[in-house]
C-alpha cells in the first residue's frame, strides 16, 4: 500500500527528511502538493511568493517526470485534498515536515482527525536543525536570550553532529507513477498574475542549489566583513530557498560547521542559529503572533489617527525623506528582499523614530518579503521595538543618518534606489536637508526629494516618554 509524502515548504528533491523516510519501508511513494486556499485567498493577484512556488514546483514536476513519476498537484482546501488523495490513492501511509506556524499546526491537526483510523501520519523534523523542545535551559525551560541558546545549539551538535546534520537521502526509486498526478495547473488557473520576480527566484532547488554552491566556495570567506553593507554582495540572498526548502538547511548547516573555525562561517552558521532561535520562540509563545512577548509592553501608545496613518504610508513607499530608510523600503517593494540591516533600520525608524505599532510593519513585511517567515519576521521586528526575547533594550534608538553613514558611506545603494538622490554628493546624501544648497545642486527638498517626516532628536525624545511607562 502507498505512502503519500505531503509536500509544503520542503520543494526538492534531495536531502529531504519526509520523503527519506517514506522511502525507506520499500513501500511505493507519491508525492502531493495542494495550493491551499485558505492561504492564498488573503494574498493579492500579483504575489512573488506564489510564482516563485510555482516556478519550483514546474521544475520538481519536471525533474519527477523524467523518472517515470509525477507530482499530484491540487488546488483547495489542503485539510480537504489530503484525506480525500490518501483515499483515492489507497494510501496507508501519510508522511510530512514540520511546520510550526500556527496556521499549519491547526490545519495539520484538521488534516489528522479526518483521515480514517489505521492510517498512520507522520511528521518529522526538516525545517530548523534543532526545534520544539529540544534545546531548554537546565531548569527545563525554553530560551529566551540568544547567545546561551547558541551555546546550548553548538554543544548539542558537537555532541550528535554526524546524526544532526547527516544528509537524507531519499530512494528516490520508491517514488511511482499516479493516474491523479495530471500536470501543473498555470499561475491565471491558480487565480494569480506573473509578477517581475527575479529570475534568481524562478529555477526552483536546482538553481538554489548552485546559488548556495556560489556563496559556500566564492563568498562564506568574506561574510564576516561584507555582510554588513548593502550595496556589497555579502549575504547569501538564501533566504527564499530556506523559506520554501529549495535548499535544506542542513546542508548549509553542515558546510558552514565544516569551517567554523573561520569568522566567516561562523557567523553564517551564527545566523542559521539566529533561525532556529526564532523558530522555538514562535513555538513556545504562540502568542507573539499577535502581542509582545515581554506583556508590560502593550502598555505602550503606540501613535494614531491620520497623521500616523500617512507617515505609515510614506514608510511603505519609501518617501520618509531619510535617504537610507527610503531607499531600503523601495528596494523591498520592487525586489521583494530587504537587506538584514536595512530590515533593522526601516523596523526601527517605524517603531522608534514614527512611534508607529511594530505590528503595522510587521504586517507590510510580510505582505512583501519573498522570505516572509512568520517566526523571523515576528522575533525581528519584536527585536527592534524591544518587545521580544533579546530584544533591543528599549532606550537604544538606532539613528538612521548614523546608519547610513557607517554601512553605505559612499551611498552607493541610496543612488541604486532613490534616483532623485543619485548625482548629490558623499557629503549630502544621507542628511540632504542638511547639506548646504551647493551640494544639493537642482534637487529641490520638499518638491523632488521629502523633507524629513521627522526630527531624529525630537523623535527620540517622544520615543523615550512612550517607553517611559515601562518604568512606572
Ligand atoms: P544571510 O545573512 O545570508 O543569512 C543566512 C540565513 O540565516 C538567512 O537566509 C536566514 O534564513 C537566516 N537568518 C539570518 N539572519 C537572521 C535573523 N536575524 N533571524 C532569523 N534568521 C536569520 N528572515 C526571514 O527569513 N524571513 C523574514 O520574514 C524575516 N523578517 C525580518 C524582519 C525584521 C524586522 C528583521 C530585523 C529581520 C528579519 N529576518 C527575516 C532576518 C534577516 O533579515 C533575513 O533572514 C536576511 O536578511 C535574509 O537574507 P540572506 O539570506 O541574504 O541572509
Redesign the pocket.
Given at each position: 500500500e502507498p505512502t503519500l509524502v505531503w509536500l509544503r515548504r520542503d520543494l526538492r528533491l534531495h536531502d529531504h527528511a519526509a520523503l527519506e523516510l517514506a522511502c525507506r519501508s520499500g513501500a511505493p511513494v507519491l508525492l502531493a502538493f495542494v495550493f491551499d486556499t485558505e492561504i492564498l485567498d488573503a494574498l493579492p493577484r500579483h504575489d512573488r511568493r506564489v510564482e516563485l512556488i510555482h516556478c519550483a514546483l514546474q521544475e520538481l514536476e519536471a525533474q519527477l517526470r523524467e523518472r517515470g513519476c509525477g507530482l499530484i498537484v491540487r488546488h483547495g482546501r489542503a485539510r480537504e485534498w489530503i484525506p480525500q488523495l490518501m483515499a483515492q490513492i489507497g494510501a496507508t501511509r501519510l508522511v510530512y515536515a514540520h511546520d510550526d506556524d500556527p496556521f499549519a499546526l491547526t490545519r495539520d491537526q484538521a488534516v489528522r482527525a479526518a483521515l480514517p483510523l489505521g492510517v498512520q501520519v507522520e511528521s518529522v523534523q526538516d525545517v530548523t536543525v534543532f526545534e520544539r523542545r529540544e534545546l531548554l535551559t537546565g531548569q527545563g525551560r525554553p530560551y529566551t536570550v540568544f547567545t546561551p541558546y547558541k551555546n546550548a545549539w553548538l554543544k548539542a551538535l558537537q555532541a550528535e553532529r554526524a546524526e544532526r546534520l547527516a544528509e537524507r537521502t531519499p530512494q528516490l526509486q520508491q517514488l511511482a507513477p499516479s493516474p491523479l498526478a495530471t500536470g501543473l495547473p498555470s499561475l491565471r488557473e491558480l487565480g494569480f498574475e506573473p509578477t517581475d520576480l527575479d529570475a534568481r527566484f524562478r529555477g526552483g532547488a536546482r538553481q538554489a542549489r548552485e546559488q548556495a554552491a556560489e556563496?559556500l566556495h566564492e563568498r562564506l570567506h568574506a561574510?564576516a566583513e561584507r555582510?554588513d553593507f548593502p550595496a556589497q554582495k555579502?549575504?547569501?540572498?538564501?533566504?527564499?530557498?530556506?523559506?520554501f526548502g529549495l535548499v535544506s538547511?542542513r546542508e548549509?548547516a553542515r558546510a558552514a560547521w565544516a569551517r567554523h573555525d573561520e569568522p566567516g562561517a561562523a557567523i553564517?552558521l551564527s545566523?542559521?542559529i539566529?533561525?532556529d532561535?526564532?523558530h522555538q520562540v514562535l513555538h513556545h509563545h504562540p502568542g507573539v503572533v499577535d502581542g509582545p512577548l515581554k506583556p508590560e509592553y502593550a502598555a505602550v501608545q503606540w501613535e494614531q489617527g491620520p497623521q500616523a496613518d500617512s507617515h505609515f504610508q510614506a514608510w511603505c513607499e519609501g518617501r520618509t525623506g531619510y535617504p537610507l530608510v527610503d531607499a531600503a523600503m523601495r528596494q523591498l517593494a520592487r525586489t521583494g528582499?530587504?537587506?538584514?540591516r536595512l530590515?533593522?533600520v526601516?523596523?526601527s525608524f517605524l517603531c522608534k523614530s514614527l512611534g508607529i505599532d511594530w505590528r503595522r510593519?510587521?504586517a507590510w513585511?510580510?505582505e512583501q518579503?519573498l522570505?516572509?517567515?512568520?517566526?523571523?519576521?515576528n522575533?525581528?521586528?519584536q527585536?527592534?521595538a524591544s518587545t521580544g526575547c533579546d530584544a533591543q533594550p528599549w532606550f537604544r534608538i538606532f539613528n538612521p543618518v548614523t546608519q547610513s553613514e557607517k554601512f553605505d558611506a559612499q551611498g552607493t545603494f541610496i543612488r541604486r534606489y532613490v534616483p532623485e538622490l543619485a548625482e548629490l554628493p558623499e557629503a549630502a546624501i544621507h542628511a540632504p536637508w542638511a547639506a548646504r544648497p551647493i551640494e544639493l545642486g537642482g534637487l529641490r527638498l520638499g518638491v523632488d526629494y521629502p523633507l524629513p517626516l521627522v526630527d531624529h532628536a525630537e523623535a527620540r525624545g517622544r520615543t523615550l516618554a512612550r517607553y517611559g511607562v515601562l518604568k512606572a
Open positions: 556563496f561574510y555582510r555579502g549575504p547569501s540572498y538564501l533566504s527564499p530557498a530556506l523559506r538547511v548549509l553564517f545566523e542559521l539566529w533561525r532561535f526564532y528582499y530587504m537587506h538584514n530590515r533593522m526601516t523596523a510593519g510587521e513585511f510580510a518579503l522570505d516572509f517567515e512568520l517566526a523571523s519576521n522575533g525581528g521586528w527585536w527592534a
